[in-house]
């Protein structure tokens, strides 16, 4: 869990959006646990909750295309 959240630190937003979209794609990577300690960031002010949504949305969305 720490090494999830020192690179959550330094990579952002970036590290969300390549998680959700590739749990999207199929492969079995968890992307609840980065959304949950991306929470947390958030909540603590070190990342915006609104770009965290965005990011998580268009992911997620970009990976339901056929």
């Known amino acids: ?15 969300v959006f390549g998680n959700v979209l590739l749990a999207q794609l199929g492969l079995p990577l968890p992307a609840v646990p980065m959304l949950i300690v991306a ?14 949504l965005g990011v998580t949305l268009a992911a997620s969305l970009l990976g339901d295309l056929p």
């Open 1 to 15: 869990m720490h090494q999830m959240q020192s690179l959550l630190a330094e990579h952002g937003l970036l590290l």
């Open 39 to 52: 929470g947390a960031f958030a909540a603590s002010g070190q990342l915006a909750p609104a770009a965290i």
